[in-house]
């Protein structure tokens, strides 16, 4: 059973930038899992934002959702057991609020593929 907790949300303003954080507890090894961040807006589905594979020979991959593509970045640190997101030039639709997720089948976007999940974090742009 892995637990993930989620810190780094907040209130910012359009333009501006936040990162969060991820934090992996329990489980295999955390080098092992696909990690994804996913969000969820009121009256919306709950949606992939970006994911990372497993540490592989050739190190790891990335996918993300053609709406962040340019202005976030995923990234992790096996040694922290820790998954970031980096968010620049937020824009107002991107207030959600943001699930860690962890899974070992593949890395896409379905939520399906993602066995463990983080309580979220609430992200706020204003315009």
């Known amino acids: 059973q892995v637990q993930l907790v989620e810190s780094g949300g907040g209130l910012v303003q359009a333009g501006g930038s936040l990162r969060l954080s991820c934090a992996a507890s329990?489980?295999?090894?955390?080098?092992?899992?696909?990690m994804g961040w996913f969000r969820q807006a009121p009256g919306n589905e709950r949606e992939f934002v970006a994911g990372i594979s497993a540490l592989g020979l050739l190190g790891v991959s990335t996918k993300y959702a053609d709406s962040v593509k340019g202005r976030f970045t995923i990234s992790r640190d096996n040694g922290k057991n820790t998954v970031l997101l980096q968010m620049n030039s937020l824009k107002p639709e991107d207030t959600a609020v943001y699930y860690c997720?962890?899974?070992?089948?593949?890395?896409?976007?379905?939520?399906?593929?993602?066995?463990?999940w983080g309580q979220g974090t609430q992200v706020t742009v204003s315009s």
């Open positions: 997720a962890a899974g070992g089948r593949a890395l896409g976007s379905a939520a399906s593929l993602y066995a463990y």
């Open positions: 329990g489980g295999n090894i955390f080098s092992s899992y696909i």
